[in-house]
Structures are given as structure tokens and as C-alpha cells.
């Protein structure tokens, strides 16, 4: 999904007209129409105002990520060193490589288990 589709789902999901949301984030309603459509890309300046107004990630407006929010501190700390490496590593990834490595890894999983019930 690119940045006007998200920003078109954000908006449609807070049930907001192109009007609203340009109005919130100081724009033309055009403006938010050609973001959408793919026209025209916002500025850093609007993106930090849609990922706040939205309290998504930028990431996620981006589309680098598909977690709208970022974790908290306490849920970031609450991780392994392990688990935050594999966080760490995932976002490097793009969705479909990801995908791919969850079923690669469920797979393993499987294998070592099989392994384990035979002994």
C-alpha cells in the first residue's frame, strides 16, 4: 500500500471527507485528493501532521511498515535481546520477503519439533 492509499484509509476509517482532513492538516481539499490519488506526494511537514492527527508511524504511512504504532517503551523493553534483533532485522525487509521468512521460520519450527517427539 503507498502513502495516498494509507492516508485515504486513515481518513475513511476516522469517517472524514477530503474536505475535514485537509482542513485539519491546513491544505486544499485537492491537495489531499491528490495525495491520494498518487499525484502529488506530501510534504515531511504534512506527514508528521497525518502520522500525529492519525497516531500512526510514520513508517506506516510510508508503507515501510505495517504496525500503524510504534511499541511503547515499557513494550520494547519488556523484549528479549533476541526478540528485539528479529523486530530490528524484520523491518529491513519488505512485506512479501517477510511473509516469505515467517514461512520459512514456521517451517523450521515444525522440523525441530518433529525432531524433538522423536527422541
Not at 485539519?24 to 497525518?50: A, F, H
Not at 519488505?94 to 523450521?108: F, G, I, K, N
Request: charged share 30%.
Amino acid at each position: 500500500m503507498n502513502i495516498g492509499q494509507r492516508i485515504k484509509k486513515l481518513r475513511e476509517d476516522e469517517h472524514l471527507s477530503q474536505l475535514e482532513l485537509a482542513k485539519i492538516i491546513n491544505v486544499c481539499n485537492t491537495t489531499v485528493s491528490q495525495y491520494e490519488n498518487g499525484s502529488r506526494t506530501p510534504s515531511d511537514d504534512i506527514k508528521i501532521k497525518l502520522a500525529n492527527y492519525f497516531n500512526v508511524s510514520t513508517d506506516y504511512l510510508l508503507g515501510l511498515s505495517d504496525n500503524e504504532k510504534e511499541p511503547t517503551q515499557e513494550e520494547w523493553d519488556s523484549l528479549t535481546d533476541t526478540q528485539k534483533q528479529i523486530i530490528e532485522l524484520m523491518g529491513k525487509l519488505s512485506p512479501e520477503q517477510q511473509d516469505e521468512l515467517v514461512r520459512q521460520a514456521r517451517y523450521q519450527l515444525w522440523l525441530l519439533l518433529q525432531k524433538d517427539a522423536e527422541q
